[in-house]
């Protein structure tokens, strides 16, 4: 129990457009939805949090307007990243919070900006 | 700023050994603390959870926590190839909403 559904696994775009990466909690609801990032050899860093039906709280550093955090149910929480540059090209991350199981982690979402 | 400190490795043992990983924590209000294991390209997944000072066993896991001195650690017995990734520590921070994680250890077990 408590799967975190997250998709594209991988996704390669060009620079200067946008990409939308979802992760839908599949049986449970996930009233808040964490979404991380980790670049190679190095931790995972919590961008922001997502509640649902509220606006995204976001880390210290981490251009809001850049990275849109949309949790419009209990069961789907997206993250966008506007405009991405090669610096942006990063390993994405969502965890939710379970009853039982503590944190589980979404599959994760190689993003490669060229 | 709250930290967790890892050894960054790699930690090499042979198959059959016995694996300790180590971490340290600065947040003095963290309770809850965890064990994860990530593969390349992987996702973490959770191995252990820990709440109370002392030992907890799981299998081949056993996990130790210290609040006093701020450590946690992992020990995997009976070592395995496919034991081979990196051991991410974490402890829930003071408030019990946000998890703060370790850069990693990475683990090499040779057959």
């Known amino acids: 129990g408590a799967v975190v559904s997250q998709h594209p696994s991988w996704v390669i775009c060009k620079s200067g457009t946008s990409v939308k990466i979802e992760c839908r909690s599949l049986?449970?609801?996930?009233?808040?939805m964490f979404w991380y990032r980790q670049f190679p050899k190095q931790s995972l860093m919590l961008m922001a949090t997502?509640?649902?039906?509220?606006?995204?709280?976001?880390e210290q550093g981490v251009e809001k307007d850049k990275f849109l955090i949309n949790h419009a149910s209990l069961t789907l929480s997206t993250l966008t990243v506007t405009s991405a540059h090669p610096e942006d090209s990063s390993f994405y991350i969502c965890?939710?919070?379970?009853?039982?199981?503590?944190?589980?982690f979404g599959s994760g979402t190689r993003l490669t900006v060229v | 700023q709250k930290e967790v400190e890892q050894n960054s490795g790699p930690l090499s043992v042979p198959e059959g050994a016995i694996a300790s990983l180590n971490c340290t924590y600065s947040?003095?209000?963290?309770?809850?603390f965890f064990w994860y294991r990530q593969y390349s390209g992987k996702s973490p997944e959770l191995i252990m959870s820990?709440?109370?000072?002392g030992d907890k066993e799981d299998g081949r896991f056993t996990a130790q926590l210290n609040k006093a001195s701020q450590y946690v650690s992992l020990l995997i017995r009976d070592s395995q190839p496919s034991d081979s990734a990196t051991y991410l520590c974490?402890?829930?921070?003071?408030?019990?909403?946000?998890?703060?994680f370790g850069a990693g250890t990475r683990l090499f077990v040779k057959a």
């Open positions: 820990i709440y109370s000072n």
């Open positions: 049986d449970f609801q996930a009233t808040t």
């Open positions: 965890s939710a919070k379970t009853l039982f199981y503590g944190y589980t």
């Open positions: 947040d003095r209000g963290s309770q809850s």
């Open positions: 997502s509640n649902e039906g509220s606006k995204a709280t976001y």
């Open positions: 974490a402890a829930l921070a003071t408030g019990g909403f946000k998890t703060i």
